[in-house]
């Protein structure tokens, strides 16, 4: 990426208290601010016996698009046409639950995608009144998040990809601690290798579980290893979606790509849609300085900025033919990875 002529790279953790959409194009003050359809995420909790009961009902029609509950919500489904009742009632959601999260590399300490996702899904679960535990790789475990109750679990580093931590979490002392804590529902990120001992305790305690998928390894695999083990990843996937009582998926791309591969059936996939922060993220941090950072110090041209992870997966160098179609642009990378 050091050949684009053009372009500048800045680690994410040294843009605070600046960092903020309000500077991404030059129009922006005729932007008011961006906004979820939401503000709260849907506490998808229900007994195991709602989940059954809700499969049978489902007919083999072809499957559309729907709202889960409301059209202003944040999770969809695909279904049929004719209606059914939602997985969870709306008087049955205003209930305080207990909610087990197991979440691998941390969304404490490890850079990634969901490390904001998992973090204000924790804080909007406490201030509706839930209880949470998570259960993470120990590394940067804070002391204190929101009241959650927070356990480290021992890690290893990820064989292909040395700065992902792993670990399965499952010592007699973390069986013992979900166990006491009596969750009504375990919620997973998958695929992974913590998902495995998420998915024991959840048939140990009786406890439905719902796994979220949120990367999609299959595609990288062929970017940073071998490609015939696709195959088998494809299969580790669907013995832990098959066993799972939900699974929610960051895209309806990638939802479709879990019904091609037969991964689960139609009905228990989700779509746990995106959102952003319009209270961090907002015009009013507009930064002239920061933009003249950005842009090198020409901050009249016009700014593509890429805010991520640095990693070959993200395909950056389209960035680069863009940039040789756009040779009065200036691009800014904001993040860090191994393809830096």
Not at 83 to 89: C, D, G, Q, T, V
Not at 123 to 141: A, I
Not at 301 to 310: A, S
Request: charge should be positive; aromatic fraction near 12%.
């Amino acid at each position: 990426m050091s050949s684009f002529t053009s372009s500048l790279f800045i680690p994410s953790d040294s843009l605070q208290p600046f960092f903020s959409c309000s500077f991404f194009t030059s129009s922006f003050d005729k932007v008011s601010c961006f906004s979820t359809s939401r503000t709260n995420p849907i506490r998808l909790i229900s007994k195991k016996i709602t989940f059954l009961q809700c499969e049978k009902s489902f007919r083999r029609k072809p499957f559309k698009k729907r709202a889960l509950i409301s059209s202003k919500m944040t999770i969809t489904e695909y279904r049929d046409e004719e209606e059914y009742p939602p997985l969870l009632l709306e008087s049955e959601m205003k209930e305080p639950r207990r909610i087990a999260l197991f979440v691998e590399p941390s969304p404490f300490s490890y850079v990634s995608g969901y490390k904001n996702r998992f973090q204000n899904f924790i804080k909007y679960l406490r201030e509706m009144g839930d209880e949470v535990m998570v259960v993470t790789t120990h590394e940067g475990v804070p002391e204190e998040f929101y009241g959650a109750k927070l356990i480290g679990s021992r890690s290893f580093p990820c064989p292909c990809y040395a700065k992902v931590p792993l670990s399965l979490a499952l010592s007699p002392r973390i069986i013992s601690e979900v166990a006491q804590f009596k969750p009504d529902i375990i919620h997973a990120s998958s695929p992974g290798i913590m998902v495995f001992g998420a998915l024991i305790i959840a048939k140990l305690l009786s406890v439905p579980i719902v796994m979220s998928y949120h990367t999609h390894v299959p595609v990288y695999i062929p970017r940073y290893t071998f490609s015939w083990l696709v195959q088998p990843m494809w299969m580790v996937i669907k013995f832990l979606h098959r066993a799972a009582d939900l699974t929610l998926v960051p895209s309806a791309a990638i939802a479709k790509d879990l019904e091609a591969y037969k991964v689960t059936s139609a009905n228990k996939i989700r779509v746990w849609n995106k959102g952003v922060d319009s209270v961090s993220f907002h015009p009013q941090y507009r930064s002239h300085e920061m933009r003249v950072r950005l842009s090198d110090g020409e901050p009249d041209k016009p700014l593509i900025v890429h805010v991520g992870r640095i990693g070959v997966e993200k395909s950056l160098d389209f960035l680069k033919r863009v940039m040789d179609r756009l040779p009065g642009a200036r691009i800014a990378f904001i993040g860090d990875g191994p393809y830096r």
